[in-house]
T-cell receptor, first 109, second 113 residues
Framework: EDQVTQSPEALRLQEGESSSLNCSYTVSGLRGLFWYRQDPGKGPEFLFTLYSAGEEKEKERLKATLTKKESFLHITAPKPEDSATYLCAVGTGNTPLVFGKGTRLSVIA | DGGITQSPKYLFRKEGQNVTLSCEQNLNHDAMYWYRQDPGQGLRLIYYSQIVNDFQKGDIAEGYSVSREKKESFPLTVTSAQKNPTAFYLC????????????FGEGSWLTVV
């Protein structure tokens, strides 16, 4: 069974304090690993898709990386507006994406 | 603008009543999905559809029903058989189910009293 585990469940950072969120996965035949951002009471917003080990993608203060067993979302010098829940999901075969439970990030000014 | 529209945003219903949540997309996507989100539970798949007039059960389909009569529309009915229906419901769509990015609507809050 495909599984996605995100850690930590919650993370509190001071503004400017860089850190990383982890997404580990156990799947047969990865077709893509996806990162989303979700603000309270809103639908998830797509951030990145990674397809193969070694791939990296960046957007503003966020950089996503992928290995054969896990993905990291690195946040460099975060600002309060980066506070949100970050969701990781994997796509395999011909089935819908499997989501992790997310990491709640709080950035304090 | 292209996107996914869910309605209503907030819905209150009495226990025992069926309710239908609307989802419309104008992205020309083939696949559509319904997820349920509870605090600390992440996203759980209720139903999905890859083509008109066909749909499959997800992980938590009991107490829910769907239809896919048009490519653009995928309504979800929460029936009285659903034991704990109060939740945040998210509709999504994608080009295909196989590893393609899915895009979400803004969600619908259902409260059953």
């Amino acid at each position: 069974e495909d599984q996605v585990t995100q850690s930590p469940e919650a993370l509190r950072l001071q503004e400017g304090e860089s850190s990383s969120l982890n997404c580990s996965y156990t799947v047969s035949g990865l077709r893509g690993l996806f990162w989303y951002r979700q603000d309270p009471g809103k639908g998830p917003e797509f951030l990145f898709t990674l397809y193969s080990a070694g791939e990296e993608k960046e957007k503003e203060r966020l950089k996503a990386t992928l290995t054969k067993k896990e993905s990291f979302l690195h946040i460099t010098a975060p600002k309060p507006e980066d506070s949100a829940t970050y969701l990781c999901a994997v796509g395999t075969g011909n089935t819908p994406l499997v989501f992790g439970k997310g990491t709640r990030l709080s950035v304090i000014a | 603008d292209g996107g996914i529209t869910q309605s209503p945003k907030y819905l209150f219903r009495k226990e025992g009543q069926n309710v239908t949540l609307s989802c419309e997309q104008n992205l020309n996507h083939d696949a559509m999905y319904w997820y349920r989100q509870d605090p600390g539970q992440g996203l759980r798949l209720i139903y999905y559809s890859q083509i008109v007039n066909d749909f499959q059960k997800g992980d938590i389909a009991e107490g829910y029903s769907v239809s896919r009569e048009k490519k653009e529309s995928f309504p979800l009915t929460v029936t009285s058989a659903q034991k704990n229906p109060t939740a945040f419901y998210l509709c999504a769509s994608s080009k295909l189910t196989s590893g393609n990015t899915i895009y979400f609507g803004e969600g619908s809050w259902l409260t059953v009293v």
